[in-house]
C-alpha cells in the first residue's frame, strides 16, 4: 500500500467514526447516552454536560442545549415521563 492510500485509509476511517459520533449526538437519547459515559472522566456533573454540548457544537455548528439549565430541565422531564 502507498503512502498516499494509507493516508487515503486513515482519513476515511476517522470520517467513519466521526459519522458515528454524529449520528448519536442528534438523537436526543443518543445526547443523553454520551452525557453518561462521560461522567467518570469529568469532576461535575456540568463539565460533562458542557464536554458533550462543545462536541456537538463541533460536528454540527450549534449547541444542542443553551446551557446545563435548560439541558437538566429536558433531562428531567424524560426521567419522570419513564417513571409513569
Request: proline share 2%; aromatic share 18%.
Amino acid at each position: 500500500m502507498t503512502p498516499e492510500e494509507n493516508a487515503l485509509r486513515l482519513r476515511i476511517q476517522k470520517l467513519e467514526e466521526e459519522a458515528e459520533v454524529m449520528k448519536r449526538l442528534s438523537a436526543r437519547q443518543g445526547f443523553f447516552e454520551m452525557y453518561y459515559e462521560a461522567l467518570p472522566s469529568h469532576t461535575t456533573y456540568e463539565s460533562a454536560f458542557n464536554s458533550v454540548n462543545e462536541l456537538h457544537f463541533q460536528l454540527f455548528g450549534f449547541y444542542r442545549y443553551s446551557d446545563y439549565v435548560s439541558f437538566k430541565n429536558v433531562i428531567n422531564y424524560y426521567n419522570r415521563k419513564k417513571q409513569k
